[in-house]
């Protein structure tokens, strides 16, 4: 049995409701879907990855 996988690149900062629906649409279509979070060097961040990735795991 095969699964498909989604892999969702991004800074996520902040993980908006934008990034939300694209995730919540690729559920739909993809058995998973990994949500990798880096780093935008062009950016100044709002915030640390770790309480990025807390957010996105309270939603997920």
């Given amino acids: ?4 996988i989604a ?7 902040p993980f908006t409701r934008g990034h ?5 649409d690729a559920l739909r279509i993809f058995d998973k879907v990994v949500i990798g979070i880096g780093n935008n060097v ?3 961040g709002l ?6 990735k807390q ?6």
């Fill in 1 to 4: 049995m095969s699964h498909t």
């Fill in 7 to 13: 892999i969702f690149p991004g800074s996520f900062d």
């Fill in 20 to 24: 939300q629906a694209l995730v919540d």
């Fill in 42 to 44: 062009s950016k100044a």
């Fill in 47 to 52: 915030l640390r990855i770790e309480a990025r």
């Fill in 55 to 60: 957010l996105i795991e309270d939603l997920y």
